[in-house]
């Protein structure tokens, strides 16, 4: 009897589950979407770098999950507890009839299960089809093929682990939800149950005048939050990014506290408007909704913000990762000495005299040749295969203490890193050496790299830079044609070029200065060498081995190797890593902008539905329909959208930051990427907020129910 009232009650107000289920429905498909990627493995050819990352992605993937998880129990248990506000007069009449409070539970238990298990199944073939599109998405993402050996051709992703571990975690947070809403009615008096739809939110903020000077105070807090997140940067976490953190909090809240009767004061004080149509009627409506629900709106916010700056820097991220793998790979490899170590305190402290020999080879360009000898020390008689072509690089300093980017700074008359990208490097970075470069080497490397030579004038310099951070700088000092003391003399910066000169897998220089040959030869301090290689593909992993044998190598005369890349692994690496961020970030984004949407309709069709008594009178009162349904759309649309909109403020703020950020590792177009991120959300959003204004139309229309 129990299970066929359920039944019976879930068909008759299938339209009041709507929400609930199509909320659980999307938490299922991507919950069990996301958990099936580790499945790919076994059916995309990936290398052997890239398998090694994609099984790190599974298992981060495992962990956001449990967060996932802790989201998706707020939200089902939320959703749940509208759908038992609606009802409590329901339960009222069934113990007033003469049932049990254990029978009324057990219908509850019963629609829980049935309207649980209806939406996981439906979730679940979703989440199916889900995975088949985010299978197409990884292939893109790491640049692979289909397994054909594994596959025969044809790829279709069903993980059993991904089911079982979806159907635990669902089964859990349906349990939850159950029991919590048997506790809600267990413990709500009859009489209460009865007079539920009665009872009204009380306000919390009644005095306009009040509610302007907190209206003031919101945006003054949320004003300096921004000045203080712009001066401090997203590195820095110190006092002023705590205190920025704080102050965009409480003005968010203060913000949403104080909305409704500043709404209120200022539509008042233009008299035709307030008292036109329903204005005055739906602005009462909402200042008793925000007033009495400013805490959760301020909560949906500043998820909001969390979920759209997360997603768009992550996909931002993945975007810089992606272009700097194609920007900074145009030699086959690049090998590293340094030649020493430099410190704040000490300077640069030179190698020991094992060092001594190599250093001499490395200074007359021969670098080559000692990774040669080295290569048959440790079983590679095949160097000449291996690097057939190869450019070296020597970075310098002029005279005991070398050139500090402190003191090009003083030279062109502004900061290298802006204050927001000093944040993100070494508090003492200006003590370092601003590295010299010899123009024949430089043109060497250009020319093993397909790029054109640099021509430089008497007394003359370009500066070389591969990093965003320092662009600005670059740029002004070749403008200004700025003046470099260069010890006893000076060259002027006559050009700016960003490239790179080596083999990596992000941004490695701020800038480097190309001068004459002959200004560095007479009191040249070599600190560092890169040996810039061309070669093969199919010879890269076998030079590759070379390289790893001579660095592990005992042998004291084998070449001292620092680092050494791959044009394959710094692609690889770049593109593994891209993915795993782009993942996270729509992983995270999605499910977190499907709370805050369900968030703000379960909270309008609750209210919907506690106001049905004002809308019967507004008819009785002669109002027409279309008035009615102007009213409840204003309201839905007010509800949905200041949220979003101080949320998006929050993230243009941010994102600006972020930008900063990412130009550490490459260049961001935030354009593009907020554009794409605001269309994705906004369907979503939308979505929910067109089913919401529906839903409390028919809610407002006693006789259509």
């Given at each position: 009897m129990?299970?066929k009232?359920?039944f019976?009650?879930v068909?008759?107000?299938f339209?009041?589950?709507?929400?609930?289920?199509v909320?659980?429905?999307?938490?299922v498909?991507v919950?069990y979407?996301?958990?099936?990627m580790?499945?790919?493995?076994?059916?995309?050819?990936?290398n052997?770098?890239?398998?090694k990352?994609?099984g790190?992605?599974?298992?981060?993937?495992?962990?956001?999950s449990?967060?996932?998880?802790?989201?998706l129990?707020?939200?089902?248990v939320?959703?749940s507890?509208?759908l038992i506000r609606?009802?409590?007069k329901?339960f009222?009449l069934?113990l007033?009839?003469?049932?049990?409070p254990?029978?009324?539970?057990?219908?509850?238990?019963?629609?829980s299960?049935?309207v649980?298990?209806?939406?996981l199944?439906a979730?679940?073939v979703?989440g199916v089809?889900?995975?088949?599109?985010l299978?197409?998405v990884?292939?893109?993402?790491?640049?692979a093929?289909?397994?054909?050996?594994?596959?025969?051709?044809?790829?279709?992703v069903?993980?059993?682990d991904?089911l079982?571990f979806t159907?635990?975690v669902f089964?859990?947070i349906?349990a939850?939800?159950?029991?919590?809403?048997?506790?809600?009615?267990?413990?709500t008096?009859?009489?209460?149950?009865i007079a539920?739809?009665h009872r009204h939110?009380?306000l919390?903020l009644t005095n306009?005048l009040?509610s302007f000077?907190l209206?003031?105070?919101?945006?003054?807090?949320i004003a300096?939050?921004?000045k203080?997140?712009?001066?401090?940067g997203?590195?820095?976490?110190?006092?002023?990014?705590v205190?920025?953190t704080v102050?965009?909090i409480?003005?968010?809240?203060l913000f949403?506290?104080?909305?409704?009767?500043f709404?209120?004061k200022?539509?008042?004080?233009?008299?035709p408007?307030?008292f036109?149509?329903l204005?005055m009627?739906t602005?009462?409506?909402l200042?008793a909704?925000?007033n009495?629900?400013?805490?959760?709106?301020?909560v949906?916010?500043?998820i909001?913000?969390?979920?759209?700056?997360s997603?768009c820097?992550g996909?931002?991220?993945r975007?810089?990762?992606?272009n700097?793998?194609k920007?900074?790979?145009?030699y086959?490899?690049?090998?590293?000495?340094?030649?020493?170590?430099?410190?704040?305190e000490g300077?640069?402290q030179?190698?020991d005299?094992d060092?001594?020999?190599?250093l001499?080879?490395?200074a007359?360009?021969g670098?080559?040749?000692?990774?040669a000898?080295s290569a048959?020390?440790?079983?590679?008689?095949?160097?000449?295969?291996l690097?057939?072509?190869n450019?070296?690089?020597?970075?310098y300093?002029?005279?005991t203490?070398?050139?500090s980017?402190?003191?090009?700074?003083?030279?062109?008359?502004?900061?290298?890193?802006?204050?927001?990208?000093?944040?993100?490097?070494?508090?003492?970075?200006?003590?370092?050496?601003?590295?010299?470069?010899?123009l024949?080497e430089?043109?060497?490397a250009?020319e093993?790299a397909?790029?054109?030579p640099?021509?430089l004038?008497?007394g003359k310099?370009?500066?070389?830079?591969d990093?965003?951070?320092a662009k600005e700088f670059?740029?002004?000092?070749a403008?200004?044609?700025?003046?470099i003391?260069?010890?006893?003399?000076?060259v002027?910066v006559?050009?700016?070029y960003q490239m790179?000169?080596?083999?990596?897998a992000v941004p490695?220089?701020t800038?480097?200065?190309v001068?004459?040959?002959g200004?560095?030869?007479s009191?040249?301090?070599?600190?560092?060498?890169?040996?810039?290689?061309?070669?093969?593909?199919?010879?890269?992993g076998a030079?590759?081995?070379?390289l790893e044998?001579i660095r592990n190598?005992?042998?004291?005369?084998?070449?001292?190797?620092s680092?050494?890349?791959?044009?394959?692994?710094?692609?690889?690496?770049?593109?593994?890593?891209?993915?795993?961020i782009?993942f996270?970030?729509?992983?995270?984004?999605?499910?977190?902008?499907?709370?805050?949407?369900?968030?703000l309709?379960?909270?309008?069709l609750s209210?919907?539905?506690e106001?049905?008594?004002?809308y019967?009178l507004l008819?009785?009162?002669?109002?027409?329909?279309?008035?009615i349904?102007c009213?409840?759309?204003t309201?839905?649309l007010v509800?949905?959208?200041?949220?979003?909109l101080?949320g998006?403020?929050?993230t243009?703020?941010?994102?600006?930051?972020?930008?900063?950020?990412?130009?550490?590792i490459?260049h961001l177009?935030i354009?593009?990427m907020?554009?794409?991120?605001?269309?994705?959300?906004?369907?979503?959003?939308?979505?929910?907020f067109?089913?919401t204004?529906?839903?409390?139309?028919?809610?407002?229309?006693?006789a259509a129910?």
């Amino acid at each position: 009897m129990l299970a066929k009232i359920a039944f019976g009650n879930v068909r008759k107000s299938f339209k009041d589950f709507a929400i609930y289920f199509v909320t659980v429905m999307l938490g299922v498909a991507v919950f069990y979407a996301f958990n099936a990627m580790a499945t790919q493995q076994g059916v995309l050819a990936f290398n052997e770098t890239q398998d090694k990352i994609f099984g790190l992605l599974g298992t981060v993937i495992g962990g956001v999950s449990l967060f996932i998880a802790g989201v998706l129990v707020f939200l089902v248990v939320y959703a749940s507890r509208f759908l038992i506000r609606r009802r409590k007069k329901e339960f009222g009449l069934y113990l007033l009839l003469g049932m049990q409070p254990a029978q009324v539970s057990g219908i509850i238990l019963w629609e829980s299960l049935i309207v649980g298990a209806t939406s996981l199944a439906a979730g679940i073939v979703l989440g199916v089809g889900l995975s088949q599109v985010l299978l197409a998405v990884t292939a893109a993402l790491f640049q692979a093929g289909i397994n054909v050996a594994e596959t025969g051709g044809f790829a279709f992703v069903f993980s059993a682990d991904a089911l079982v571990f979806t159907l635990e975690v669902f089964a859990v947070i349906f349990a939850l939800s159950a029991i919590f809403n048997v506790r809600t009615i267990g413990r709500t008096p009859i009489i209460q149950l009865i007079a539920a739809e009665h009872r009204h939110e009380t306000l919390k903020l009644t005095n306009l005048l009040l509610s302007f000077v907190l209206f003031v105070l919101a945006l003054a807090c949320i004003a300096l939050a921004y000045k203080l997140l712009l001066e401090n940067g997203l590195m820095g976490m110190g006092p002023k990014f705590v205190a920025s953190t704080v102050l965009v909090i409480v003005g968010t809240f203060l913000f949403f506290f104080s909305l409704s009767g500043f709404l209120l004061k200022i539509v008042q004080a233009v008299r035709p408007l307030y008292f036109r149509g329903l204005n005055m009627f739906t602005l009462r409506q909402l200042n008793a909704k925000v007033n009495t629900a400013f805490s959760s709106l301020s909560v949906v916010c500043l998820i909001l913000f969390l979920a759209i700056t997360s997603t768009c820097g992550g996909i931002g991220i993945r975007n810089a990762l992606e272009n700097s793998a194609k920007a900074f790979t145009d030699y086959a490899a690049s090998v590293t000495t340094y030649w020493g170590q430099f410190s704040p305190e000490g300077g640069f402290q030179p190698s020991d005299l094992d060092a001594a020999d190599d250093l001499a080879l490395a200074a007359d360009g021969g670098m080559a040749e000692g990774l040669a000898r080295s290569a048959e020390a440790v079983g590679f008689d095949n160097w000449e295969l291996l690097a057939p072509q190869n450019a070296q690089l020597n970075f310098y300093a002029l005279g005991t203490r070398p050139l500090s980017v402190s003191a090009v700074e003083e030279a062109v008359g502004r900061p290298l890193i802006t204050d927001t990208g000093a944040a993100m490097l070494n508090p003492d970075y200006g003590t370092y050496p601003f590295y010299l470069l010899k123009l024949s080497e430089v043109n060497a490397a250009l020319e093993l790299a397909g790029r054109s030579p640099i021509q430089l004038g008497e007394g003359k310099a370009a500066i070389i830079a591969d990093s965003d951070l320092a662009k600005e700088f670059c740029e002004y000092a070749a403008e200004t044609h700025a003046s470099i003391p260069l010890g006893e003399t000076s060259v002027n910066v006559a050009a700016y070029y960003q490239m790179s000169l080596q083999t990596s897998a992000v941004p490695m220089n701020t800038g480097s200065l190309v001068v004459n040959d002959g200004l560095i030869e007479s009191d040249g301090m070599l600190l560092m060498s890169v040996l810039d290689i061309q070669t093969a593909p199919e010879n890269e992993g076998a030079l590759w081995d070379c390289l790893e044998a001579i660095r592990n190598s005992s042998d004291a005369s084998t070449w001292p190797i620092s680092n050494f890349l791959t044009r394959t692994l710094a692609l690889d690496q770049s593109v593994s890593l891209a993915a795993i961020i782009a993942f996270l970030a729509i992983y995270l984004g999605f499910v977190l902008v499907v709370a805050c949407a369900a968030i703000l309709a379960i909270q309008q069709l609750s209210n919907a539905s506690e106001s049905a008594a004002s809308y019967t009178l507004l008819r009785k009162l002669g109002a027409p329909e279309s008035m009615i349904t102007c009213s409840v759309f204003t309201q839905v649309l007010v509800y949905f959208l200041f949220p979003l909109l101080l949320g998006l403020a929050h993230t243009a703020c941010a994102l600006i930051v972020v930008t900063d950020v990412v130009s550490v590792i490459g260049h961001l177009d935030i354009t593009a990427m907020a554009l794409a991120c605001a269309a994705s959300f906004l369907v979503v959003y939308g979505a929910y907020f067109a089913v919401t204004f529906f839903a409390s139309r028919r809610l407002a229309r006693p006789a259509a129910t």
